[in-house]
């Protein structure tokens, strides 16, 4: 079974491979660095479109950041 604690997990190794801060991503998604560091927290998910665009900006596969590898 997926966990949220997994996705979390997998998004925060896509972020720290990627090389970006948070408010690098946060501006290339016009959204805030505090909305990232929620994500990261697990204190919210991203819409499926902030999330594909996110995946888009980190150049992560989303089947890895999902646990379907």
């Known amino acids: 079974m997926i966990t ?36 990261l927290k697990g204190d919210i998910s991203p819409s499926l479109d902030t999330f594909a665009n996110l995946c888009k900006v980190l150049d992560a596969d989303a089947n890895y950041i999902l646990c379907l590898d």
């Not at 690098?24 to 990232?36: G, R």
């Open 4 to 39: 949220l604690d997994q996705i979390k997990a997998n998004l925060i190794e896509a972020i720290r491979q990627s090389g970006m801060t948070q408010t690098d991503i946060a501006k290339a998604l016009n959204i805030t660095q505090s909305t990232i560091a929620h994500y």
